[in-house]
């Protein structure tokens, strides 16, 4: 059962940084997209950045310049470094992995609240 976690979420205020950090989900050469998606109260999931096995990176337009995905093949996890960040970035934070031609497998979330 492949069962991504994720971890780092919290409160802050507009205008910090917060990382988050996705793993469990066993060897990331298994999956050629890494991403993170948030969904907001009221609001539908919007995919918020990705990253496949031959390096190339996509952004929501809302936060490029302010978060960046990376990964670490050797401990089997991959971030989402948010910095700047604005009251309306708060949602829940999801990280997913994808191997080619299978469903994706999503964690449960990790809470980003940023206060004004």
């Known amino acids: 059962q492949v069962q991504p976690v994720e971890s780092g979420g919290g409160l802050v205020q507009a205008g910090g940084s917060l990382r988050l950090s996705c793993g469990g989900f066993g060897r990331i050469f298994n999956f050629n997209v890494l991403g993170w998606s948030r969904q907001a109260p009221g609001s539908e999931r919007e995919l918020v950045a990705s990253i496949s096995s031959g390096g190339n990176i996509n952004y929501l337009d809302a936060v490029n310049g302010r978060f960046t995905i990376s990964r670490d093949n050797a401990k089997n996890m991959f971030y989402l470094q948010m910095n700047s960040l604005k009251p309306e970035d708060t949602a829940v934070y999801s990280c997913?992995?994808?191997?080619?031609?299978?469903?994706?497998?999503w964690g449960q979330g990790t809470q980003v609240t940023v206060s004004s």
């Open positions: 997913y992995v994808k191997g080619s031609g299978r469903p994706a497998y």
